[in-house]
């Protein structure tokens, strides 16, 4: 794990108003990795800036909302100016464990651009429906088409740091898209994921929320297969 080719690193994590979960997930990373841990405060409206200092997390402050894919962008934004060769991302809730860590970086070094931490089986009925939708109209063959928790190197930190991802709203298909579209590998590993114990998921909070977004992800999927 320890090759030239992989660092230094970086862990990113958006996070909004995630002070139940912050610290613990920041002390569960610190187990299992020696790089910096970067969280992008989303204009909380609670204390998760400060507790994410005190556990020892470099913190980017937003000064609005810029949503999850947003806020992870601006993460990888720091990357790419501050020399890092690879970046993992995560969620600030607690829902995926940082011992999956090694095993990520691990399949990163064996030629591959991109590994996702994939835990398929926590989607229910109808999110299993609308991944296999996406699946057919994206060309992008993948279980889990949301994790969060992803491992990039510099080539593809540096294209999802671009202009060209600026407009995404979210992290899932219009980014997978692209990475595929650009030539670049991607690999799923098998992962647990812990249930979420506080909160909701963005996406999914409402039926308007789900309506939006699944409006948004079709009209992405055609738009950009036929840039192809």
């Known amino acids: ?13 958006p996070a909004k108003n995630e002070s ?50 947003g806020a992870t ?33 691990y399949e990163l070094g064996n030629h591959c651009d991109v590994v996702i931490g994939a835990y398929p089986e926590r ?19 993948l279980e889990d088409l949301t994790s969060g928790l992803r491992v990039y190197n510099r080539p593809a930190i540096t294209l999802l740091a671009s202009r060209a991802a600026t407009l995404l709203e979210y992290q899932d298909m219009g980014v997978l898209m692209l990475l595929n579209q650009a030539g670049l590998q991607i690999k799923e590993v098998s992962i647990n994921m812990r249930p979420r114990t506080d909160g909701h998921s963005r996406i999914f909070s409402s039926w308007w ?14 738009g950009r297969r036929k840039l192809r």
């Open 1 to 13: 794990m320890k090759s030239t080719t992989l660092y230094p690193m970086i862990v990113i994590i």
């Open 20 to 69: 139940k979960s912050v610290v613990q997930v920041i002390q569960d990373i610190q187990r299992y990795f020696d790089g910096t841990i970067l969280v992008i405060d989303d204009a909380s409206t609670d204390n998760t800036a400060q507790l994410a200092m005190e556990a020892g997390a470099t913190v980017l402050p937003l000064a609005f909302s810029l949503g999850a894919w």
């Open 73 to 105: 962008q601006t993460g990888l934004r720091y990357a790419v100016k501050h020399g890092y060769n690879t970046a993992i991302t995560m969620d600030a809730d607690g829902q995926h464990e940082a011992e999956s860590i090694p095993k990520l970086l």
């Open 123 to 141: 989607g229910s009925p109808l999110r299993q429906f609308a991944w296999a939708f996406f699946r057919k109209i994206s060309s992008v063959h």
């Open 209 to 222: 929320a789900v309506s939006r977004y699944m409006m948004q992800t079709v009209v992405l999927c055609v």
